[in-house]
């Protein structure tokens, strides 16, 4: 593999805790196994907050953890539980990843980094929530496997992107937060529907069906 240059320049180290903040709510542990082992052989010269991800303990946890993250969201359903848990979890860790990645010298910049990138969390791990919530609607397996893989990929993708062009990682990232914010808003009406059907199935309505003895 080609090694990059060991030394992150300003736009690179922004577009590094950047990316660090929105692959948090997509792949957490992804993130920080794949960021850590950069580190490890020398791809990457860390900054000083997040080279404790090159521990080798750390390699260690985050590599488990991917791996389970890897078949879980892959099973309908059981995706959805584990994106729902991970909320609490997600967004704190892409707020700390960007701070440690810019704050170490700076305070203030510590907190701006983590107000942003907790921020790129909530976003797309809000997108990846609702998104897996509408697939987990069709009765077969292999769309859910498909958009997981495509989200595996997506996020190696976007992190090699922010270490090696950082303003075409910065242009990426925008055009990916208006189009998940313009997702959200079409599949929560999607699912607002599928629903308010499932509510009328279950009580033994159909849609637009009226009970002649109900006055």
Same mark, same amino acid.
Request: net charge neutral.
């Given at each position: 593999?080609?090694?990059?240059?060991?030394?992150?320049?300003?736009?690179? =180290?922004?577009?590094?805790?950047?990316?660090?903040?929105?692959?948090?709510?997509?792949?957490?542990?992804?993130?920080?196994?794949?960021?850590?082992?950069?580190?490890?052989? #020398?791809?990457?010269?860390?900054?000083?907050?997040?080279?404790?991800?090159?521990?080798? #303990?750390?390699? %260690?946890?985050?590599?488990?953890?991917?791996? &389970?993250?890897?078949?879980?969201?892959?099973?309908?359903?059981?995706?959805?539980?584990?994106?729902?848990?991970?909320?609490?979890?997600?967004?704190?860790? #892409?707020?700390?990843?960007?701070?440690?990645?810019?704050?170490?010298?700076?305070?203030?910049?510590?907190?701006? %980094?983590?107000?942003?990138?907790?921020?790129? %969390?909530?976003?797309?791990?809000?997108?990846? =929530?609702?998104?897996?919530?509408?697939?987990?609607?069709?009765?077969?397996?292999?769309?859910?496997?498909?958009?997981?893989?495509?989200?595996?990929?997506?996020?190696?993708?976007?992190?090699?992107?922010?270490?090696?062009?950082? &303003?075409?990682?910065?242009?990426?990232?925008? =055009?990916?937060?208006?189009?998940?914010? %313009?997702?959200?808003?079409?599949?929560?009406?999607?699912?607002?529907?599928?629903?308010?059907?499932?509510?009328?199935?279950?009580?033994?309505?159909?849609?637009?069906?009226?009970?002649?003895?109900?006055?």
């Amino acid at each position: 593999m080609e090694q990059f240059n060991n030394l992150l320049a300003p736009p690179q =180290l922004l577009a590094l805790a950047a990316a660090l903040g929105w692959a948090s709510g997509v792949r957490l542990y992804a993130a920080v196994f794949l960021v850590g082992l950069a580190g490890y052989f #020398g791809w990457l010269d860390l900054p000083h907050g997040l080279q404790v991800l090159q521990h080798p #303990g750390v390699l %260690a946890a985050s590599g488990f953890m991917c791996f &389970v993250e890897f078949f879980v969201d892959k099973i309908p359903y059981l995706d959805t539980v584990w994106d729902t848990v991970h909320t609490l979890i997600r967004i704190p860790a #892409g707020a700390a990843l960007a701070a440690a990645a810019l704050g170490a010298d700076n305070q203030a910049m510590g907190w701006i %980094a983590a107000i942003l990138g907790g921020s790129l %969390a909530a976003t797309s791990h809000a997108a990846k =929530l609702t998104t897996r919530a509408a697939v987990n609607t069709s009765p077969e397996p292999f769309s859910n496997i498909a958009v997981s893989l495509a989200e595996d990929g997506f996020v190696v993708f976007m992190l090699w992107l922010s270490a090696t062009h950082p &303003v075409i990682f910065a242009i990426a990232l925008v =055009l990916t937060l208006i189009l998940a914010v %313009a997702l959200m808003i079409l599949l929560i009406k999607f699912l607002r529907i599928v629903i308010a059907r499932l509510s009328e199935f279950f009580s033994g309505q159909r849609p637009g069906f009226r009970n002649p003895d109900v006055q």
